[in-house]
Nanobody, 115 residues
Framework: QVQLVESGGGLVQAGGSLRLSCAASGRIFSNNVMGWYRQAPGKQRELVATITSGSSTNYADSVKGRFTISRDNAKNTVYLQMNSLKPDDTAVYYC?????????WGQGTQVTVSS
């Protein structure tokens, strides 16, 4: 099985920065995709960014140029550096691992951006 633990969420003012981390443990295979999703109050869960084992990345248009996803394969950890934060970035952020046609999710970490 796979377990994911997110950290780094909190309260920040608009224009500020925050760095999220997600550590994966368990049966992690070499060919996988890790990513971040978020869900704001009253809205559906949406993709923020993904990164493959080969470090190919994909971003939602709303975060391009502001967020950077990265990973450390030796540590099975994925990061999300968030800069120039906006109030509409406020959401619960969830870490995800996709491998062997299965998806695993973390518990989520709250990010609140004040104006």
């Amino acid at each position: 099985q796979v377990q994911l633990v997110e950290s780094g969420g909190g309260l920040v003012q608009a224009g500020g920065s925050l760095r999220l981390s997600c550590a994966a443990s368990g049966r992690i295979f070499s060919n996988n995709v890790m990513g971040w999703y978020r869900q704001a109050p009253g809205k559906q869960r949406e993709l923020v960014a993904t990164i493959t084992s080969g470090s190919s990345t994909n971003y939602a248009d709303s975060v391009k140029g502001r967020f950077t996803i990265s990973r450390d394969n030796a540590k099975n950890t994925v990061y999300l550096q968030m800069n120039s934060l906006k109030p509409d970035d406020t959401a619960v952020y969830y870490c995800n691992v996709a491998q062997l046609w299965q998806n695993y999710w973390g518990q989520g970490t709250q990010v609140t951006v004040s104006s």
